[in-house]
């Protein structure tokens, strides 16, 4: 029982950290190593929620035990404030996003301040400041320059609730990211940046973060790049001068190509229809208008009938001159490879079912009861002791025809009807036939990814407008540097509701400009970019938050980045992740950075749930951070999150004891109210128990908190205490030196979870300045040995005493030990020790004689 008032507690030391600034990041003249600390910066979508207070929790608990190690760290805080919600809000009151962004902002801020965040508040930044979104103009107009942002009309996905395109990355399942809805393609002309030039560097440098980033995230980013590997196949076409191009990763299986399979909604399959017969135009029209009504998922499902329609066009197959049948059918994407393929049914099970369906031939080409290793068969034995022959059971090739069974043969095995590549292990064969593919020039090995371009226009105002202009005669030039920021209009005046185009298109005033080579008349570009532009680089304006004449210093980039911990939530294992690391590798070819990875380390936090749910307004089962923190404080909240469980793992606010971390922290105060010593004692000496407790958790808890255990320190943080308590009441008492080490190491410690009561602490310990920048006392090696010995002391060869000592005691130890204690003195009485026999840490043998 007996509580402490949080209130005063907290309000006190946030006024004197808000004066002192003492979180305030070194500058170059400070020579400590440095740590950079970053938690995702905030979305202001209104009041803080129990999973920023988990994690900026987690980046403080870092960012102040790094303090406490002798780093310059640098924590800073800012805010992805463009963005959808802030415009919705907006259209729903009449208001202006502009307004309902920068309240929700500086409620935030105040949320933070309260919550005892250890920010250095000198660099806080917003994305939607004209300061900051001048960086990013900045940053597509280089893009630009190295041909890495370009415009293409392609079919895109589009959000019919939010009335504007989203990136591949925002559509899951199928559906938006933000909203739910289901996405349909739309073809449009849009700006994209070409991170696809960099998908072999993006997945390669992926080894480099193993074990530094959640497992989980390496294997999403793998999938997302998805590189495949194989060889572009060129096919002549009956008709037509061009070769088309196939992609496949079965080059081996070429002689096994009955037919060619081209995607409906390609170009392609438009102008083989196109001259084809005009029953064939007028059955492909038919089928592509079904098709562009479906999703890609449905596409690719595999137990779906299979549909498509015969162009009556064909493909020479350039390894034997066969004539290939060409179809079009939706189970081939218009955007993977080349939008076509070679179908090879015998071996590949989505053009088996197809051929099955429409009744194309298959042709087997590799054997797959062939063994390809040359390891030696285990001959197993019936019940007589003979040998079973090992085919018995095995099926021959002819059982397992595919155009029997609907099963392809996708197995290893060895290559036939194939000519040069026959008796060819699949390895083997793929390596011959790249060669003579290249040779005759008809082929090439080649690569194939999942990844796209990445679509950055959107079709809504509250985002950093794109700085190119559309001159008269169809061209675009980007607009003058000198004109930077192109800033928003005013939103008053103009209408936000959504209309599948951009509300800045019809701002008159802001749209008209002129051609800056020859002043005629021009437009501006209508969209805004992608808010996850702004969140790609933001880490680094952190570093020179205000430089009017440059993104970022390089220089302090070199000094403070990458960042060494990264924490936020699982959510954006491939979506800003994956922007971050793109545009980083593109800043570092501009030279613009000495690294090619932003984030050294990467935590995700679980999420906070109640009552095994996720928590959210509509189902009504919020848990309010601010009336937590009204209720509890910060410190008792801070701390029940932390013990709350692992980081990585769900926290279930059901099973969060607030009231017990209350207890825990009242308790600790009184601990160090009760200390009755000198602040100048000297440590080293008093209670051998609690000292031990107490340089027990000054030696674990580093390792802890390196490895994110916040919850174990905090547990081991409560032992102390308790000891402390004991040792208080029932054991040497509250003048003892070493509950006044106790007490200040409880205070150092407890700073990572509860700066306001450690404040507090300290001060009452007798100390003047902020227990969140002493340096961590070092553990005394001696204390933490765990196991004690009893020794024997002899004189003459008679027992006179035992004594507890470390199993590591040094023979010179050990005899000073013995020699001064107060039996073996008395028991000596005047007699001359004229031999001692020291084996530690055992036995202590002296003579006398
Ligand atoms: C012939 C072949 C024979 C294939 C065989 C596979 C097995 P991943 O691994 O996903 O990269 N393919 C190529 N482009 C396609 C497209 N636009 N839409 C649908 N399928 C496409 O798959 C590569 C394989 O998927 C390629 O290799 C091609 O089929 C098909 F026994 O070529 B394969």
Same mark, same amino acid.
């Given at each position: ?10 309000t006190k030391?946030?006024?004197?950290w ?15 190593p440095?740590?950079y600390?970053?938690? &995702? ?5 209104g ?10 929790l987690?980046?403080?608990? $870092?960012a ?15 805010w992805?404030?463009?963005?959808? !919600? ?9 208001a202006?996003p ?9 409620q935030? %801020? ?10 250095d ?30 415009r %293409?009309?392609s079919?895109?996905?589009?959000? !019919? ?24 393609? %739309? ?16 997945l ?26 194989g ?28 037919f060619?399979v ?28 079904r ?14 009938p ?23 059918a ?11 393929v ?9 053009? @088996? ?34 040998p ?23 197995g290893?095995g ?11 292990? %699949? ?6 036939? $790249? ?13 194939s ?5 990445w679509?950055?226009s ?19 030039v980007?607009?003058?540097e ?6 928003l ?10 209309k599948?185009?951009?509300p ?16 005629a ?45 990264y ?10 992740l ?5 545009i980083t ?9 000495d ?11 679980? &999420? ?21 923190l009204?209720?509890?404080g910060?410190?008792?909240?801070r701390?029940? @999150?932390a013990?709350a ?9 059901a ?24 602040p ?21 808890a ?9 919850n ?14 004991k040792?208080?009441d ?17 205070? &150092? ?6 700066p ?7 001060e009452?310990?007798?100390?003047d300045?902020f ?10 090696? &001696?204390?933490?040995?765990?196991d ?11 027992v ?28 000596l ?21």
């Amino acid at each position: 029982g007996g509580g402490y008032d949080a209130h005063a507690v907290q309000t006190k030391w946030q006024q004197r950290w808000e004066a002192a600034d003492p979180f305030r990041a070194g500058g170059p003249e400070d020579t400590r190593p440095r740590k950079y600390v970053l938690a &995702m910066f905030p979305y202001p979508s209104g009041d803080l929620h129990m999973g920023h207070a988990e994690n900026y929790l987690y980046s403080d608990i $870092v960012a102040r035990f790094w303090r406490h190690r002798g780093y310059n760290v640098l924590n800073p805080i800012g805010w992805d404030s463009f963005g959808l !919600p802030a415009e919705n809000a907006a259209i729903k009151r009449g208001a202006d996003p502009r307004e309902w962004t920068y309240a929700n902002i500086e409620q935030q %801020k105040a949320g933070f301040r309260q919550y005892g965040v250890s920010f250095d508040w000198n660099r806080v930044l917003h994305t939607s400041d004209p300061d900051y979104y001048r960086w990013n103009q900045w940053l597509f107009q280089k893009l630009y320059e190295r041909g890495l942002a370009y415009r %293409k009309a392609s079919p895109v996905n589009w959000c !019919p609730n939010d009335q504007t395109v989203l990136a591949n990355e925002q559509v899951v399942d199928g559906h938006c990211e933000r909203c739910g809805h289901e996405v349909v393609k %739309k073809k449009l002309t849009q700006w994209y940046f070409k991170i696809t030039d960099y998908a072999d560097r993006l997945l390669d440098d992926l080894n480099q973060l193993e074990g530094f980033w959640p497992s989980k995230v390496l294997r999403m980013q793998r999938n997302w790049i998805g590189r495949s590997v194989g060889a572009d196949i060129d096919f002549e076409i009956e008709g037509r001068a061009e070769k088309v191009t196939v992609f496949s990763t079965r080059p081996d299986t070429l002689h096994g190509a009955t037919f060619m399979v081209v995607a409906p909604d390609s170009d392609l399959a438009a102008e083989l229809a196109a001259g084809s017969t005009a029953e064939v135009r007028m059955r492909f029209q038919d089928y592509l208008e079904r098709v562009q009504r479906e999703t890609d998922i449905e596409r690719q499902s595999t137990d779906r009938p299979k549909t498509g329609v015969f162009l009556d066009r064909f493909a020479i197959n350039p390894v034997n001159g066969e004539r290939l049948p060409i179809w079009a059918a939706d189970y081939v994407l218009a955007d993977y490879g080349h939008g076509a393929v070679m179908a090879v049914p015998a071996h590949d099970q989505r053009d @088996l079912d197809f051929a099955r369906a429409f009744d194309l031939p298959v042709k087997v080409v590799v054997d797959t009861t062939a063994p390809i290793t040359g390891a030696i068969p285990v001959i197993e034995l019936d019940e007589n002791g003979d040998p079973i022959d090992p085919t018995l059971d095995d099926p021959s090739l002819d059982d397992l025809d595919p155009a029997r069974t609907g099963i392809a043969l996708t197995g290893e095995g060895r290559l036939i009807n194939s000519g040069s590549l026959n008796g060819l292990s %699949k390895r083997h064969a793929i390596a011959r036939i $790249v060669d003579e593919l290249t040779a005759a020039g008809t082929g090439r090995a080649a690569k194939s990814y999942r990844l796209r371009d990445w679509l950055i226009s959107r079709q809504r105002f509250w985002g950093t407008p794109i700085p190119m202009i559309h001159t008269e005669d169809g061209g675009i030039v980007p607009v003058p540097e000198e004109q930077l920021p192109l800033t928003l209009p005013d939103a008053r005046g103009i209408d936000l509701t959504p209309k599948g185009s951009s509300p800045l298109g019809a701002a008159s005033a802001w749209m008209q400009t002129e051609d800056p080579e020859t002043g005629a008349a021009a437009q501006r570009d209508p969209d805004t970019m992608d808010t996850f532009v702004d969140s790609s680089w933001y880490f680094l304006r952190f570093l020179s938050p205000g430089d009017a004449t440059q993104a970022f210093d390089p220089a302090q980039a070199a000094r403070w980045a990458p960042v060494d911990f990264y924490i936020g939530g699982v959510e954006h294992a491939i979506l800003h992740l994956l922007y971050a690391r793109f545009i980083t590798k593109a800043l570092y070819d501009m030279g613009h950075l000495d690294f090619t990875e932003p984030f050294s380390s990467l935590i995700n936090q679980g &999420m906070v749930i109640l009552n095994g749910a996720k928590m959210s307004k509509s189902k009504g089962n919020l848990v309010l951070f601010q009336e937590e923190l009204d209720a509890h404080g910060a410190d008792a909240l801070r701390v029940a @999150l932390a013990f709350a469980g692992p980081v990585e793992d769900d926290k279930d606010w059901a099973d969060v004891s607030t009231t017990g971390a209350t207890k825990f922290l009242s308790r600790a105060l009184r601990v160090a109210h009760d200390v009755s010593s000198d602040p100048d004692v000297i440590w080293a000496e008093g209670d051998p128990a609690l000292r031990r407790v107490t340089h027990r958790l000054l030696a674990d808890a580093p390792g802890l908190v390196e490895q994110t255990k916040f919850n174990v320190v905090v547990a081991r943080l409560m032992e102390l205490v308790n000891a402390t308590r004991k040792a208080i009441d029932s054991g040497p008492g509250a003048a003892d030196p070493a509950v006044r080490e106790a007490a200040e190491a409880t205070a &150092m410690v407890l700073d990572l979870f509860a700066p306001h009561v450690a404040e507090e602490m300290w001060e009452v310990l007798g100390y003047d300045g902020f227990v969140g920048l002493v340096t961590w006392r070092q553990a005394d090696p &001696m204390l933490l040995v765990e196991d004690s010995v009893t020794t024997v002391v002899q004189i003459d060869g008679k027992v006179r005493a035992t004594l507890e000592v470390s199993a590591r005691i040094d023979a010179a130890e050990l005899e000073r030990l013995a020699r001064a204690d107060a039996r073996i003195v008395k028991a000596l009485g005047d007699r001359e020790v004229v031999r001692a026999v020291v084996r530690p840490p055992k036995v202590v043998s002296f003579s006398t004689r």
